[in-house]
């Protein structure tokens, strides 16, 4: 027979506990856009735009979790967060001075514009998932999302690890490693 007993010790995510969760979000996002500053400053100008074959370079990579960020902090004005709204800024895939210079202006708009209390409120989030049709609205909150970015950033930084090494370079280890993987090869 099943059970109907409400859910036991859900997490009360007001007051102080909404504020810890939303600290370690926010450090997710930044421990992740530090990922990107090392990046930046490791590769050579020629090296951030190369592109061997069909495959994407460092730069476009980097573009591409940097217009994430900026449709995540261009949604919280609003009610709805557009992944599909991305800039597509190409001076951001081929130059790199204009990447290190977004990183850095990117940073200092998340920092100012995340609000711990802010963090549930229902927001939609738009992005089309299959071209032939238009693209769902589906709710989440400004913290889910930041958990979104957070995953998505890491797998482009896997990637982009991965295209350095090809070029010869040698990255710190933890560039493109999930924080789950970084806690268990930690013993933590």
Same mark, same amino acid.
């Given at each position: /027979?099943?059970?109907?007993?409400?859910? #036991?010790?859900?997490? &009360?995510?007001?007051?102080?506990?909404?504020?810890?969760? !939303?600290?370690?979000?926010? !450090?997710?996002?930044?421990?992740?856009?530090?990922?990107?500053?090392?990046?930046?400053?490791?590769?050579? #100008?020629?090296?951030?735009?190369?592109?061997?074959? &069909?495959?994407?370079?460092?730069?476009?990579?980097?573009?591409?979790?940097? &217009?994430?960020?900026?449709?995540?902090?261009?949604?919280?004005?609003?009610?709805?967060?557009?992944?599909?709204?991305?800039?597509?800024?190409?001076?951001?895939?081929?130059?790199?001075?204009?990447?290190?210079?977004?990183?850095?202006?990117?940073?200092?708009?998340?920092?100012?514009?995340?609000?711990?209390?802010?963090?549930?409120?229902?927001?939609?989030?738009?992005?089309?998932?299959?071209?032939?049709?238009?693209?769902?609205?589906?709710?989440?909150?400004?913290?889910?999302? /930041?958990?979104?970015?957070?995953?998505?950033?890491?797998?482009?930084?896997?990637?982009?690890?991965?295209? /350095?090494?090809?070029?010869?370079?040698?990255?710190?280890?933890?560039?493109?490693?999930?924080? !789950?993987?970084?806690?268990?090869?930690?013993?933590?």
């Amino acid at each position: /027979m099943i059970s109907e007993k409400p859910l #036991a010790n859900q997490a &009360d995510t007001t007051g102080a506990d909404a504020a810890g969760q !939303s600290e370690q979000l926010l !450090s997710g996002c930044t421990l992740c856009l530090e990922q990107c500053a090392q990046v930046l400053a490791a590769v050579s #100008a020629s090296d951030y735009c190369h592109r061997a074959g &069909d495959t994407a370079s460092v730069g476009a990579h980097t573009r591409h979790i940097l &217009d994430r960020y900026h449709c995540f902090l261009s949604g919280l004005t609003g009610d709805c967060i557009d992944y599909d709204a991305r800039q597509r800024d190409p001076a951001l895939e081929t130059h790199l001075e204009a990447a290190r210079c977004a990183l850095g202006s990117l940073r200092r708009h998340l920092e100012a514009a995340w609000l711990a209390e802010d963090s549930a409120r229902l927001i939609q989030v738009r992005e089309r998932v299959d071209q032939r049709l238009p693209p769902p609205d589906v709710s989440s909150t400004p913290a889910r999302e /930041m958990l979104a970015l957070v995953s998505h950033s890491i797998h482009h930084l896997a990637i982009i690890a991965l295209l /350095m090494k090809a070029r010869g370079y040698t990255l710190p280890a933890h560039i493109g490693k999930a924080p !789950s993987t970084l806690a268990f090869e930690n013993g933590a």
